[in-house]
């Protein structure tokens, strides 16, 4: 039995929501691989990112330790 008639009938016994993560994981093995390399027409996104925060006065590492202890 060839894997694509293995595949169609192991597809037939799946639910839909089996079904529904199947297709989704189908339609994503399609989609062209941009997702491991981040890019913009500047560059690569960490390039512009460290660009912005080059702006901001004092410490990024600080404000979330501040943020983190008000939940606390």
């Known amino acids: 039995m060839k894997i694509k008639e293995q595949a169609i009938k192991e597809l037939e016994s799946l639910g839909p929501s089996e079904m ?3 297709y989704e994981m189908i339609i994503s093995l399609k989609s ?3 997702k491991h390399k ?3 027409k ?3 996104v960490y ?3 460290r660009n912005i925060l080059k702006q ?3 410490s ?3 404000d979330i330790l ?3 202890e008000d939940r606390i």
Do not use: H, N, Y
């Open 56 to 58: 901001c006065k004092g």
């Open 32 to 34: 062209p691989q941009k």
């Open 20 to 22: 529904m993560k199947i």
């Open 47 to 49: 390039i512009k990112v």
């Open 66 to 68: 501040l943020l983190r």
């Open 42 to 44: 500047g560059g690569p």
């Open 60 to 62: 990024l590492s600080d």
């Open 38 to 40: 981040a890019k913009t």
